[in-house]
Structures are given as structure tokens and as C-alpha cells.
């Protein structure tokens, strides 16, 4: 699903104005009013674009008690110990789950993915089922690690 994101929705979203763009510079019936505004529309949505899936990882896999995660080319693995915090950005669509590591690996300092869909995400009080159970998964972990001698 983040490859729809990532690339076919830029595509699409970029692509339209930039096709208009051609379409209104080489037709001579069309005003020129509107062909100087879509080269500023498509900046601001390039750069809208990037801000909200720069930082997607591609994949993020569940392996017990730890995350594989890959971004690209790279690749990490995270153990839920290492992870401070679970957020759930719910403001954006597609919402969000950032993963606040203790420190930074090879992806940084944050992991930042979108959950699978859930029928919870239409209700916007309704707290993100992945990351509450990410939540109680890290929380029994660091408990039973401190009862450990």
C-alpha cells in the first residue's frame, strides 16, 4: 500500500497540471491566465507530496519481538525494547504510526509507516488497534526485562 503513496499517487497528482500545463501553453484558444498558475501548483504539491512520504518506510514486518523495517535500499531491524514511544498521527490521510527509537539506526531516529486500514480508522476518537497493541507488547517486554536479574 505505501507503494501507492509513494508513487503512484505523486504521479497522478503531479502528472494532471503538468499534462494541463502542455495542454493550455500549446492551445491557442485557452487564456494564459491559468498557465502561470500550474507550475506554482505543482511545486507546492511536490513539496506537500514529500513532506507527507519522504519519511514512509516501505515495509515494516512483525517478528515477535522484534520489526524488520526497510526504507528504500536499506534495511533495519528493531527490537521493541529499543522503542520509546508509539504515535498515531490521525489528522493526515493516510493516518501515520511513528516509532520513536531509543537511538538511531540505519533509518534514524524514528520509524514512521502506515498501518494496515482498520474499521476504526472512519471513528476519530477511537484509538489505532496496531498501536495499542504495539503499545502493550513493548510495555510487557520492558516489564519482564526489569523483573530479570
Known amino acids: 500500500m505505501t507503494f501507492c503513496y509513494k508513487k503512484v499517487f505523486p ?3 503531479l502528472g494532471l497540471p503538468i499534462v494541463s500545463f ?18 506554482f501548483m505543482v ?5 506537500v507530496v514529500r513532506r ?4 514512509l518506510a516501505d515495509e515494516v514486518l512483525d517478528d515477535g519481538d522484534t520489526l524488520k523495517v526497510r526504507q528504500g535500499g536499506l534495511e533495519q531491524t528493531v527490537a521493541l525494547r529499543d522503542i520509546v514511544e508509539v504515535s498515531v498521527t490521525r489528522n493526515t490521510n493516510p493516518a501515520r504510526l511513528t516509532l520513536r527509537l531509543t537511538c538511531a539506526g540505519a533509518l534514524g531516529d524514528r520509524i ?3 498501518p494496515l486500514s482498520a474499521a476504526s480508522d472512519c471513528l476519530p476518537y477511537k484509538p489505532n488497534p496496531l498501536a495499542d497493541e504495539l503499545k502493550q507488547r513493548i510495555a510487557t517486554i520492558k516489564a519482564t526485562s526489569m523483573r530479570q536479574p
Not at 511545486?43 to 513539496?47: I, V, Y
Request: net charge negative; hydrophobic share 65%; proline share 6%.
Open 112 to 114: 514512521v509507516f502506515v
Open 11 to 13: 504521479a497522478i497528482f
Open 43 to 47: 511545486l507546492l504539491g511536490f513539496f
Open 22 to 39: 502542455f495542454y493550455l501553453l500549446f492551445n491557442e484558444s485557452a487564456g494564459s491566465a491559468p498557465v502561470f498558475v500550474l507550475p
Open 52 to 55: 507527507y512520504t519522504a519519511d
